[in-house]
């Protein structure tokens, strides 16, 4: 986006909308946003309303006119006088009218929370997930003795385990497969490489004070707060007015400041806290702001995406790869965001991990060498096409995506491929994962095509992984800043000949006929594209002279045919340099653990009945810690069993835990499934032990020494807990459970 | 140290002392200063001059008067029209004289190298070393097309899996092994808690500014190098000047602001790009400052360790782990100091990798389980004793250094001894691995014991791990400043009676007898201990009354029988409440890193002789790239199989890099070892390959199935190359070398 359209259009109305794309290519940068864009699949309010909300809502209107109108017709009777039986007619027929508007507020209410998709159930579903993530330590509100601080989490002991492994797994799926070239950047950075890349000047969101307190809102917020409470709770809302406000969530992310300003001062919006006025929405940039070294004269930024640090290093990386594309660089690494008032718990944080991949590639050969290996694969997909047309995500076979056009590039079509693989590997249920391509407004101008991947969970679909084509952008923005060419060489075998466009004003001419006004002419001459000075030539040729707009002088001037030589010559050239593409998937890693955590939950009843216990699911490779240790009964002999094959799963990296402290085998049990432990090793002998899947709850027996080897194999991934069941004989649960 | 010590004693020519701790403690936690404290054997330049040194600047001395005096002594003989003779005989006698000063002269030269230790080999070995890391991208300045930020840098592809390797290393020996408790908290850190921390206050460097261009310097830089310049280039000092010097040199870290002052000015030091005067030394805080939040009214910082996100969650992790100890959280992540003027390369960073230990463990109960695993280690150590008495570093055997009181406690000497078997399986050359003890004027008051870990390289002896007992003092600080306490209760089996001390003020005699005083004297009566509260008693008790000094009037009072009564009571406990002590094992991960590049690196000769080739040994668990795949020759069969073995390298998890490029077989061994690939697969048939080793470059021959799993076995550590050596043929180094 950034530069080019800033430079095209300034005005402040079109500012924010260069914003909400810059946004936008900040989430694709694997940001924390997660507002779904307008499309009437995504959004809880479409700018359509249902036909029986509609209908209700004029009839209530109407209810409520004659309401309205039979209680005056009462009060008129009354003071004209009436006779008792006349009023009490009139009074019965209020009554009437009465109870038909309450029956019609009661369909409307039941429509509108209808509508609202059973947030009740979803608010206690999250509520039962958090609370035991919480109570297990898998996060921690930061700095907690200190009260806290808005938007900053720490990950307890389970959580880090889980990050680790999606870290890890990360790391072998691309980093690994792909001989991709990890890197490591700071996260303080200098103003100059975040001006260049857009982030100084456009990394804002509108921001509004209380006026007499001075707090800080989010202007969007504000609005749409007010536009959802209204069409919940106001169910006098005429039909009109609830589509006008349906419309403006609808078109949220695309108001200009001004636009938000004069909707927030029409409604009379006020501090949500203090009931004050508000000021105007003014923009406010959400990177945490430094200063390097002690002079104060540094200003430096703490980054907001790890994608920077890869293409201000382009250069070297080309030439450590034997100046060869395609290739690709990753890095993973701390970004921060200052929000103006966090909110979405675990989704919408300061500070967060992002795992970010730079494909770089020659934009006229977009293949990719492993194509194929994705080809086949089907899975949700929610083209541009139906988003518009208000269908829903359907499965779409991903090589006719590629081969129809839908999807842009076989590299991007690959990456789209592997991030599914990823995501369901790591346990993402992949009815809930769908890939939404960008809508044109959505885009930033010079993107080729982007793809989200979304995540269902309790919040409604969350972008989790933004893969986006980026064409030459960051690359050329940070040779234009630096001066330092980041290009790419493609070397002919043979010289080729090739045919060069040369546009030569006359100086001297131009100079005796525009004057000051020269340089501004001749600029203009040589900026024409191959089919503008083609043209020229030929007018000039037929005419003598020609009409010639000046944008920078803002009038046409008369360019005579002895101002300027336009032809083209054939060259022969060795090499052609490029400025490559970049094709960047990008990744929130909280997120995706955030989901993976909903996904994976599940309660179920205690063996008595009397209770439910929470579960996690996570398959072994992702689990925080993937065995427990228990001897049957407190025993001298039985816990020398589990301390022996404690050292043997230390000494096979398998992280686990032993516990000897007697408590009965259900709670212990209970506690693991609660964490996510995948197996539990009971030592009921001393020469075979019991192993225990968690979600089956079937119990293999195993000798003392195959034990450890045998979770290795199956945490590893070399084996399926099928494989094992089938070959070691079963153990019924009799005193274990 | 810090708040305590800074209210004890605020003067500010204290305030540099502690200062001077406190950079120390932040050191051991995992810092990355490296100067090295004063102590005989650690300064380059010890107080005590060589007795050759003294003798040579004292004859150097006397030598300069007498050609001085026979230079008076010639042009007095001229100007008195001398005979020739004569002024020939002076003038010989003065030649003679100045041969003798120059003999003089080039020997104390050499002395003064000498003492550097070779300062010329030492940087010439650094050079090769960064040379071939930068080249091979281990490393890249950060934002080098922008010009770069001092002490940014980037880890490069290599660097990025050296890195990766030795945290997964970490992560298995501390974090797995001891079951630790890993958590990951935000870098982004609010006030409060760094205020309660210390750091706000006295984490600091004295800075000094050239007056009129306001570029700024360390102040303990300029006075260190403009002592080590005389020292080395003036040889007309005298020996007590280079006495003086030295002295400096040993003291420079105790010197407080006025001192560092003083002496800049009587030496008359300037800036050094512009020889402007400079203004007096003030403390710069060296954390990078940010704002939360937009109203900017809520100040923070970028942490500058990980260690206070594990103290601010004791309570969490207290009972997450059962309300047990001992027990130990861990933590790795980034950390931020904003250096004055970094220096030493990658040594001294503005941003850095911190891997910290917090063992939590009973105050009165130091052991530690698993001591016994490293009792029998011996190892170069060098404690306090030998560092002031000028001895050097010796092999102790661990437990004898534990048992005898050199190292405080077990659970101390347990961390020592893992810390120095990680280190070693690392690559770390333990003959260049000492552990040195922190002199009682290093270590915080409040600190039990600390060791730090120092590794020799070019730079010097570099404290790369600290090891500090720092008793209470952290979990109490922010039990202090938060209100919530930070303990640990040990419950006893049956209760026990303790003797409590009462000292209950009469408020009424008080209130009496001091009015508006009241208050301060009924604090100061509470705040009595033991000793000083039946001091009283007694007194009280054979005199009626006593004399009392009340700090915070800073006066005495006279306190009567009747304002105060003193008893012993027995009281029956079921609990014992207490904060736990912490034995922090603090890790810098790119000093370590650095310092295992350096030691290595070495070069060899090519086969033909005719260059010298870089080589990393590193071993293969930490080796960025495990193993390499060439085709003998380019052939297409061979081409197949390179890829088939490269797919099962890569299904093992194992990184490598496959080359069809034909470049000679010579040339490519030169290029991998260069980034110490330990293994290279080379494909001269289709059926079998060879694997060469990068030290011995020996080969053996395996079959094309068995190629993934052997290198694997070997890079995993469950194998040794000298295992493998022994079990496969032998392949002569015909073709392949």
Redesign the interface.
């Known amino acids: 986006m950034r530069i080019l359209s800033s430079l095209i259009s300034s005005s402040a109305s079109f500012g924010h909308k260069f914003l909400s794309r810059f946004t936008l290519r900040s989430l694709n940068a694997a940001s924390l946003r997660s507002q779904a864009p307008p499309s009437a699949a995504s959004t809880r309010h479409s700018t359509q309303m249902d036909a029986s909300e509609e209908s209700l809502r004029k009839a209530l209107a109407d209810k409520q006119s004659a309401v309205e109108a039979q209680g005056i017709a009462v009060r008129q009777l009354k003071e004209a006088g009436a006779s008792k039986p006349e009023i009490d007619a009139a009074v019965e027929a209020l009554n009437d009218l009465k109870v038909v508007k309450s029956a019609i507020e009661n369909r409307l209410q039941a429509v509108v929370v209808g509508n609202d998709g059973g947030a009740a159930g979803r608010e206690a579903f999250r509520q039962a997930v958090v609370n035991t993530l919480e109570r ?2 898998f996060y ?1 509100p ?5 009260r806290g ?2 938007g ?6 389970p ?3 889980v ?2 492994n999606v870290l890890a797994f990360w ?2 799926h691309f980093v ?2 792909e ?1 991709m ?10 103003e ?2 975040l001006k260049a890349s857009g982030h100084v000047d456009k990394f804002t969101d509108l ?1 509004v004070k209380d006026e007499k307190t ?3 809102y989010r202007a969007d917020h504000l609005l749409k707060d007010f536009c959802n409470e209204k069409l919940q709770k106001d169910l006098s809302l005429s039909a009109e007015k609830a589509a006008e406000l349906k419309h403006i969530l609808a078109v949220l992310d695309d108001l200009s400041a001004e636009e938000l300003g004069a909707k927030i001062k029409e409604y009379g919006i006020t501090a949500p806290d203090t009931k004050n006025p508000l000021s105007d929405p003014y923009p ?1 940039n959400l990177m ?8 104060g004269l ?1 200003p ?1 930024y ?1 980054r907001p995406e790890t994608a920077q ?1 890869i293409f ?2 382009f ?3 080309y030439y ?1 790869n ?1 100046n060869k594309l395609p290739f690709a660089a990753a890095q993973i690494g ?1 970004a ?1 965001r ?1 929000e ?2 966090p909110r979405q718990g675990l989704l919408r944080v ?2 967060f991990t992002l795992a970010e991949i730079e494909h770089f590639v020659d934009p006229e050969d977009k293949s990719h060498p492993k194509y194929s290996e994705v080809v086949d694969l089907e899975f949700l997909m929610f083209p541009r096409e139906e988003q518009m047309s208000g269908q829903s995500a359907k499965r779409i076979h991903l090589g006719e995506a590629v081969s129809t056009g839908i999807v842009n590039n076989q590299t991007l079509g690959y990456f789209i491929g592997r991030v599914y693989l990823f995501l369901t590997r790591l346990g993402i249920d992949k009815n809930r994962l769908r890939f939404r391509q960008h809508l044109a407004n959505e885009m930033a101008h010079y993107a080729a095509d982007c793809w989200d991947a979304e995540i269902e969970c309790s919040y409604g679909w969350i972008e989790c992984v933004g893969i986006a084509d980026r064409s030459a952008y960051d690359l050329r923005a ?1 040779s234009d ?2 001066g ?1 060419p ?1 290009v790419a060489q493609e070397k002919f075998s043979e010289p080729r000949e090739v045919e060069k466009l040369v546009i030569a004003p006359v100086k001297k001419e131009l100079g005796l006929a525009f004057k000051g006004n020269q340089k501004m002419v001749v600029e203009a001459l040589e900026a024409m594209n191959e089919e503008e000075a083609m043209g020229m030539k030929d007018a000039l040729a037929s005419k003598g002279e020609v009409d010639f707009y000046i944008c920078t002088l803002g009038k046409n001037v008369v360019i005579k045919k002895n101002m300027v030589s336009i032809s083209k010559e054939k060259k022969k050239e060795h090499q052609r340099v490029f400025t490559p593409s970049v094709i960047e998937p990008s990744f929130g890693i909280g997120r995706i653990i955030y989901c993976l955590y909903e996904h994976s939950f599940y309660m179920r009843s205690s063996k008595a009945g009397d209770e439910q216990l929470n579960v996690f699911r996570f398959p072994p490779l992702m689990a925080p810690i993937k065995c427990t240790v228990f001897p049957l009964v407190q025993n001298q002999q039985y816990e020398e069993v589990a301390k022996h094959i404690s050292k043997s799963l ?1 000494a096979a ?1 398998i ?1 686990h ?1 032993i516990d000897i ?1 007697g408590t009965s085998i259900g709670k212990r049990y209970a506690r693991t499934d609660e964490l996510g432990v995948p197996f539990a090793i009971t030592v009921d002998s001393t020469s075979s032990v019991t192993i225990r899947e968690r979600d089956s709850k079937d119990q293999i027996r195993v000798t003392v020494e195959e034990a450890a080897s045998v979770v290795k194999s199956v945490t590893d991934g070399q084996r399926t807990w099928d494989d094992v069941w089938s070959s070691f004989p079963h153990h019924s649960s009799g005193p274990t459970e």
Do not use: W
């Not at 930061?142 to 200190?146: E, L, P």
């Not at 945490?288 to 002079?295: A, D, K, L, R, V």
């Open positions: 297990r330590l921690i930061s700095f907690k003795i200190y601080v808005a900053l989490y720490d990950y307890g002991p959580g880090c385990a990050k680790s790391r072998q690994l497969e001989n070239l990890e890197v490591d950047c700071p996260c303080v950075t200098p100059v490489v921001m001075g707090t800080c406010f945490f702001q430094t200063s390097i070294g002690p002079s540094s430096g703490m640090g201000v290093n250069r070297d990386l450590y034997g701390q921060f200052n103006i008032s300061r500070e940070h800043k630096s330092v980041l230390t990296g992280s835990k402290t």
